[in-house]
């Protein structure tokens, strides 16, 4: 089936490390996007990339890290100067181009808790 | 910059009533619009959208929004609730991203409860 993979669903994070969370998608979509989801305050946009090899910040990018190393893959780390992570992530994936109807498309997302 | 506001966190609705779930977008340019679904501990799902043509949108289970731009408005609804559609629901916006492509700014959600 077609579809986005995010691993794990839940991840607990001691203070002071990194961790990775992983996203796979065979839509073969160009764009790939990462959204950080708190209670309260809808989703906001950590990262995104139009491109392979490709990658921008977007409005909450401190603390967190990216790669584009692959078309289908975008491997999302927080790292240890993240102050708040814990969260609900969500990667996301669109056909790429101009045109700025494209449709989004989500992952299942990951828990991030610190403890 | 684009933006969304959904008026009412909360929304309470008795099973078979309207539904009724508001979002007002600013946006400089024509707006793209959606409307996605979230359950418990899952990702989003795309309800609707509007980009260009008829305002009159309609959706999956049910659902339609109306695009008005004279009151820049993309109110959701569906005509008699359901149980199955007690979740949360997002409005968003499209906009344009450096490198071309397109990024959506979420509102801050609608919970929807369904009751007996």
């Known amino acids: 089936d077609g579809g986005i993979t995010q691993s794990p669903k839940y991840l607990f994070r001691k203070e002071g490390q990194n961790v990775t969370l992983s996203c796979e998608q065979n839509l073969n979509h160009d764009a790939m996007y990462w959204y950080r989801q708190d209670p309260g305050q809808g989703l906001r946009l950590i990262y995104y990339?139009?491109?392979?090899?490709?990658?921008q910040k977007g409005d909450i990018a401190e603390g967190y890290s990216v790669s584009r190393e692959k078309k289908e893959s975008f491997p999302l780390t927080v790292t240890s100067a993240q102050k708040n992570p814990t969260a609900f992530y969500l990667c996301?994936?669109?056909?790429?181009?101009?045109?700025?109807?494209?449709?989004?498309?989500f992952g299942e997302g990951s828990w991030l808790t610190v403890v | 910059a684009q933006s969304v506001t959904q008026l009412g966190s909360h929304v309470s609705v008795s099973e078979g009533a309207l539904v009724l779930l508001r979002c007002n977008y600013s946006?400089?340019?024509?707006?793209?619009l959606f409307w996605y679904v979230q359950y418990p501990n899952q990702g989003l799902q795309l309800l609707l959208k509007?980009?260009?043509?008829?305002?009159l949108v309609k959706g999956i289970n049910g659902f339609e929004a109306e695009f008005k731009k004279s009151e820049t408005s993309f109110h959701l609804t569906k005509p008699s609730a359901h149980m199955s559609d007690a979740a949360e629901y997002f409005c968003?916006?499209?906009?344009?991203?450096?490198?071309?492509?397109?990024?959506?700014?979420f509102g801050t959600g609608t919970q929807l409860k369904v009751e007996l």
């Open positions: 968003a916006v499209s906009d344009m991203v450096t490198g071309g492509g397109n990024k959506l700014t």
């Open positions: 946006s400089s340019v024509p707006p793209y």
């Open positions: 509007y980009t260009t043509g008829a305002t």
């Open positions: 996301a994936s669109s056909t790429g181009g101009q045109v700025s109807g494209n449709t989004i498309y």
């Open positions: 990339s139009q491109i392979v090899n490709d990658f």
